[in-house]
T-cell receptor
Framework: DSGVTQTPKHLITATGQRVTLRCSPR?????VYWYQQSLDQGLQFLIQ???????AKGNILERFSAQQFPDLHSELNLSSLELGDSALYFC??????????????FGPGTRLTVT | DQQVKQNSPSLSVQEGRISILNCDYTNSMFDYFLWYKKYPAEGPTFLISISSIKDKNEDGRFTVFLNKSAKHLSLHIVPSQPGDSAVYFC????????????FGTGTRLQVFP
């Protein structure tokens, strides 16, 4: 158990809909990262938050947004869903302030299926 | 542009033997490298890391080697055990203002008795 929790574990929804994925980082970790893993692909970095502020953006679509709340949990919002958004979405956390490299610890993921 | 590459999608090794997983990278700005193991239906689990100022890091049965001039790193597992069967991802970081990870596409390791 990494100490990172994600809910829900599975999500099935229709095209055009909007969903919210939730992540609670390990106790004491200030950074939260979101990654997407599509079928047979590596993990693609989406976005990082550090202590409530956006720190870095990766290949995140404009239809997607995220935030980190004062209690450090994070939510990833996916809207106007398309079939191609079906993927595993992982949240990770680390203690690192930006600019330094530390291990990231991953949650179990949310499997999103768009039908 | 794939900055981190794992060119072997799969590897099969007999129990007790050495498993060697390879990873190549293109960005010379990377200064920290990590290996993760992933079982089906679970998140990646951190295994071992290495800073660019080192060329070797060892943790029990796992050793990571870094060859900066070749932009190549490898993970050695000795001896391999059936429980090591999983997908292994190489990852790299070292960007200003963020420690986001760039992952390879993974190598599926199967350890057979």
């Amino acid at each position: 158990d990494s100490g990172v929790t994600q809910t829900p574990k599975h999500l099935i929804t229709a095209t055009g809909q909007r969903v919210t994925l939730r992540c609670s980082p390990r106790s004491g970790d200030l950074s939260v990262y979101w990654y997407q893993q599509s079928l047979d692909q590596g993990l693609q970095f989406l976005i990082q938050y550090y202590n409530g502020e956006e720190r870095a953006k990766g290949n995140i679509l404009e239809r997607f947004s995220a935030q980190q709340f004062p209690d450090l949990h994070s939510e990833l919002n996916l809207s106007s869903l398309e079939l191609g958004d079906s993927a595993l979405y992982f949240c990770a956390s680390s203690v690192a302030p930006s600019g330094l490299s530390y291990e990231q610890y991953f949650g179990p993921g949310t499997r999103l299926t768009v039908t | 542009d794939q900055q981190v590459k794992q060119n072997s999608p799969s590897l099969s090794v007999q129990e007790g033997r050495i498993s060697i997983l390879n990873c190549d990278y293109t960005n010379s700005m990377f200064d920290y490298f990590l290996w993760y193991k992933k079982y089906p239906a679970e998140g990646p689990t951190f295994l071992i890391s290495i800073s660019s100022i080192k060329d070797k890091n060892e943790d029990g049965r796992f050793t990571v080697f870094l060859n900066k001039s070749a932009k190549h790193l490898s993970l050695h597992i000795v001896p391999s055990q059936p429980g090591d069967s999983a997908v292994y991802f190489c990852a790299a970081s070292g960007f200003r203002n963020t420690d986001k990870l760039i992952f390879g596409t993974g190598t599926r390791l199967q350890v057979f008795p």
